[in-house]
Each structure stands twice: as C-alpha cells, then as structure tokens.
C-alpha cells in the first residue's frame, strides 16, 4: 500500500502547485494515477478510486486529446474541483491507514484523529485526512 499511497501523494503534490486547476486534474491523474488499475488500491477506495477514474475518463478521446484531456475540458470548473477533493480525500485515507497500521477494509470509516503523521515530521491536519 505505499506504492499507492505515494502515487496519491505525487498526484496531491500536483494538485497543490500553481496553474489553472484543469490542466494541475490532467497532470496529477496522468502522471501518477493513470497507471493504477483498480485491484491496485485497497478495497475500502476502490469506490472513489473508480467514480474518479470514471470521471475522468467520461468523454472519448479525439484526434488532438486523450479522453482525460476532452473529459476535463468539458467539465464545469466547480465539478473538477470536486473531482481534485477527491484525490486529496483518498490519499487522506490511505495516510490515516498507513500510520494507524490499520487495514483497509471495505467496512465504515472511522473518525480521523486531529492530526495524522505522514512520516516522523511531517502532520497532516484532521480536516485534510477526511
């Protein structure tokens, strides 16, 4: 599960950066999540792993475009920020399971703690891993 989680991660990391918020959608799925195949993330993401990727992948390429690319265009803009929550949301559960130890199971989700560590130095607030 840390492959995964730090594909999420890369993909959060690109949410995170400057530019028009479609074309930061397009790079962060592209470049490290496109790859993922369902079965890669554990069960208890899968859902929102496959509406993203769903999402995402809605319109058919064209000539020019790969379908991510016509997908995002013709998507509203509070709709791609909708779908960015998503992978941030996503990685939160894979942190929280990470540093809990616990297993990711398609069971109901728990409370996150205040703060969650992403690794000895670095906590990522609660209303982040939510």
């Known amino acids: 599960m840390c492959h995964i989680a730090d594909k999420f991660y ?3 990391r690109t949410l995170a950066t400057d530019g028009p918020l479609k074309q930061r959608l397009i790079s ?4 490290h999540l496109e790859a993922l195949a369902e079965d ?3 069960q208890a993401v899968q859902p929102r792993f496959e509406a993203l990727r ?4 809605a319109v058919p390429p064209t000539e020019k475009e790969t379908a991510v690319q016509v997908s995002v265009r013709k998507m ?4 791609a920020g909708r779908l960015s929550r998503s992978v941030l949301a996503i990685f939160a ?3 929280r399971a990470k540093s809990t130890g616990e297993r990711l199971a398609s069971g109901g989700v728990t409370k996150a703690p205040a703060f969650n560590r992403v690794d ?3 906590r990522v607030p609660g209303f ?3």
């Open 40 to 42: 890669d993330v554990p």
């Open 120 to 122: 000895a130095h670095l």
């Open 54 to 57: 769903q999402a995402l992948t």
């Open 10 to 12: 890369a993909a959060v």
């Open 93 to 95: 559960e894979l942190v």
């Open 76 to 79: 509203s803009q509070a709709e």
């Open 28 to 31: 962060a799925y592209v470049d």
């Open 128 to 130: 982040l891993a939510r």
